[in-house]
């Protein structure tokens, strides 16, 4: 099962605001990965994180490596209507070379 | 680079029978893994290559599940004997190790439906 709690499950908001979600996990994780999913493909890459404390910016999405390596977070600044979709973060701990998933976010944006 | 490909896209079969999928990695990616994911869930992990040798697969795989990568390039993913609890999209994804990073780059899934 899921090792990871996502919050929040599902989100709809106006076109033009700001969206948070986060990720927390009960272990400690050397890598977090952010992913967004359109229905009936695959997940697609959007963030890396690495390092503890660690920001990192993909246009208008933001993601931060929480600094007690638990937990992390994305962010999505002036959401548009191609921003609909489920975003995933997976994270993978120190001894393990498989990433482990949450259950997903949601998100509905309307113009 | 085309991408990680996935074939068939789609699969209906009934119950009992054996389907096979295939994924084509990334061409310089020498790990390879295989999730399972049902509507509303995360993808799960299955199993995973580093080259041709399979070195770790997750409890979820039954031994009616069996992978193979035997040129360290393409891999298969066959379920034998088909339940309908084995109805979901099942998902390949690549990435470069080690010198590279963990990122892996998923494929756009095969969906299978057992009736």
């Known amino acids: 099962g899921q090792q990871l709690n996502q919050s929040p499950q599902s989100m709809f908001i106006q076109e033009g605001e700001d969206v948070s979600m986060n990720c927390t996990s009960s272990?400690?994780?050397?890598?977090w990965l952010w992913y967004k999913q359109d229905p009936g493909e695959g997940p697609v890459l959007l963030i890396a994180l690495y390092k503890a404390g660690e920001l990192t910016s993909n246009g208008r999405l933001t993601a931060q490596f929480g600094i007690t390596r638990k937990d992390s977070f994305l962010n999505i600044s002036a959401s548009i209507p191609s921003d609909v979709g489920i975003y995933f973060c997976a994270g993978r701990t120190y001894n393990n070379n498989d990433m482990r998933f949450g259950a997903g976010t949601r998100l509905t944006v309307k113009p | 680079d085309t991408g990680v490909s996935q074939n068939p896209r789609h699969k209906i079969t009934k119950r009992g029978q054996n389907v096979t999928f295939r994924c084509d990695p990334i061409s310089e990616h020498n790990r390879l893994y295989w999730y399972r994911q049902t509507l509303g869930q995360g993808p799960e992990f299955l199993t995973y290559?580093?080259?041709?040798?399979?070195?770790?697969k997750s409890r979820l795989l039954s031994d009616r599940f069996s992978a193979e990568r035997p040129k360290g390039s393409f891999s298969t993913l066959e379920i034998q004997r088909t339940e309908q609890g084995d109805s979901a999209m099942y998902l390949c994804a690549s990435s470069r190790q080690p010198g590279g990073s963990y990122e892996q780059y998923f494929g756009p899934g095969t969906r299978l439906t057992v009736t």
């Open positions: 272990s400690i994780f050397n890598t």
């Open positions: 290559f580093q080259n041709e040798a399979q070195l770790e």
